[in-house]
T-cell receptor, first 113, second 113 residues
Framework: AQSVTQLDSQVPVFEEAPVELRCNYS??????LFWYVQYPNQGLQLLLK????STLVKGINGFEAEFNKSQTSFHLRKPSVHISDTAEYFCAVGMDSNYQLIWGAGTKLIIKP | ETGVTQSPTHLIKTRGQQVTLRCSSQ?????VSWYQQALGQGPQFIFQ???????GRGNFPPRFSGLQFPNYSSELNVNALELDDSALYLC????????????FGPGTRLLVL
């Protein structure tokens, strides 16, 4: 069965420092991947997505992610975080067999001043 | 362009009751997916509707049912509510079932007492 693992439930980081949020998946079929952000008491907003082609994808708010098929990973990075990046980040994997999204448990990004 | 809207925003029910949640899809979208997000967890796929037909279902019992209307808005019905049904219910709309991005509404928070 397909699954998504977000290895860190919380990531504390100082403001203006770089951050990496990790996402690994397991699937035996072709996948496509998303990162979504959820601000407190709000719905999910798309940050970026990988469908095919270049493995480095750039998203909104300065975030980027790299798809690594051999390591089945799709880690999210930002070179310099801001207090406004405080939110929960979710990795999701979709499969062409049924177009359902399988979600990780989320990583809370905590920005320290 | 109107985004995805959901109603109500909050709801309190007692065990055994029935509830109906509503979702209006984004303009031009004919596919609606419903997710349950329990506190501290990632979303879990409930089911998807495409052009008024159920197009896939996650691991949820039959007391979770849905409808999609000719204007592509949708309802989620839950019968015989249980305490564990307390969660944020998210609706997402997209174009034809494919690798297209799902756009989420703000959610309905359901509390079952």
């Amino acid at each position: 069965a397909q699954s998504v693992t977000q290895l860190d439930s919380q990531v504390p980081v100082f403001e203006e420092a770089p951050v990496e949020l990790r996402c690994n998946y397991s699937s035996s079929v072709s996948v496509y991947l998303f990162w979504y952000v959820q601000y407190p008491n709000q719905g999910l907003q798309l940050l970026l997505k990988y469908l095919s082609g270049s493995t480095l994808v750039k998203g909104i708010n300065g975030f980027e992610a790299e798809f690594n098929k051999s390591q089945t990973s799709f880690h999210l990075r930002k070179p310099s975080v801001h207090i406004s990046d405080t939110a929960e980040y979710f990795c999701a994997v979709g499969m062409d067999s049924n177009y359902q999204l399988i979600w990780g448990a989320g990583t809370k990004l905590i920005i320290k001043p | 362009e109107t985004g995805v809207t959901q109603s109500p925003t909050h709801l309190i029910k007692t065990r055994g009751q029935q509830v109906t949640l509503r979702c209006s899809s984004q303009s031009g979208h004919n596919t609606v997916s419903w997710y349950q997000q329990a506190l501290g967890q990632g979303p879990q796929f409930i089911f998807q509707y495409y052009r008024e037909e159920e197009n896939g279902r996650g691991n949820f019992p039959p007391r979770f049912s849905g409808l999609q209307f000719p204007n592509y808005s949708s309802e989620l019905n839950v019968n015989a509510l249980e305490l564990d049904d307390s969660a944020l219910y998210l609706c997402a709309s997209s174009g034809d079932p494919s690798r297209e991005t799902q756009y989420f509404g703000p959610g309905t928070r359901l509390l079952v007492l």
